[in-house]
């Protein structure tokens, strides 16, 4: 089945550090790839998303690249700031199978001042 | 402003007690699901739906029923809890199906003692 496999945490980092979350999927057909940010206290919201391999997805200076050759989808921000911690969820979904979203076990990032 | 309602936020009940988690979404979405999070497993599909009166089971559906009546609403249903369902649960809806964004409430943490 379709699975995704991200680095387990906690990730500490200094304030303006850099960031690195790896990800990696196996999918049984094309997938479309995401990852959402869960705020504390907070329900889980997109951050960024691909569709098709090749495609870089950005926001908020976070940014990912669909890596079909390597299946992977790693979140990387160059700077990072205080108001970045959260844990972070790779996820796939799979046209066929609705939008049933598959996610992987997230990873907590605490940034320090 | 579009959102997902989930009630209530936090929940602590007995076992065997009948509980339900109400969800409801102002964006006219035809998919909505449900997830529960566990430490370390990500989130998890409970169960879903592609549309009014059509539901089905997603990864973990034992224990759990669903219902949708109206395009709106989609009630989480424990009826007879035990400790194994303490988990933090999660309502999603989402417009269509593949790539396109998935919104979440904030969460119902429920402990079943």
């Known amino acids: 089945g379709d699975s995704v496999t991200q680095m387990e945490g906690p990730v500490t980092l200094s304030e303006e550090a850099f960031l690195t979350i790896n990800c990696t999927y196996t999918a049984t057909g094309y997938p479309s790839l995401f990852w959402y940010v869960q705020y504390p206290g907070e329900g889980l919201q997109l951050l960024l998303k691909a569709t098709k391999a090749d495609d870089k997805g950005s926001n908020k200076g976070f940014e990912a690249t669909y890596r079909k050759e390597t299946t992977s989808f790693h979140l990387e921000k160059g700077s990072v700031q205080v108001s970045d911690s959260a844990v972070y969820f790779c996820?796939?979904?799979?046209?066929?199978?609705?939008?049933?979203?598959?996610f992987g076990g997230g990873t907590r990032v605490l940034v320090k001042p | 402003e579009a959102q997902v309602t989930q009630n209530p936020r936090y929940l602590i009940t007995v076992t065997g007690k009948k509980l339900t988690v109400t969800c409801s979404q102002n964006?006219?979405?035809?998919?909505m699901s449900w997830y529960r999070q566990d430490p370390g497993l990500g989130l998890r599909q409970i169960y879903y739906?592609?549309?009014?009166?059509?539901?089905d089971k997603g990864d973990v559906p034992e224990g759990y029923k669903v219902s949708r009546k109206e395009k709106r609403n989609f009630p989480l249903i424990l009826e007879s809890p035990s400790p194994n369902q303490t988990s933090l649960y999660f309502c999603?809806?989402?417009?269509?199906?593949?790539?396109?964004?998935?919104?979440f409430g904030q969460g119902t943490r429920l402990t079943v003692v």
């Open positions: 999603a809806s989402s417009a269509g199906t593949g790539g396109t964004e998935a919104f």
């Open positions: 739906s592609m549309n009014v009166e059509v539901t």
């Open positions: 996820a796939l979904t799979i046209k066929a199978a609705g939008n049933k979203l598959t």
């Open positions: 964006m006219n979405h035809e998919y």
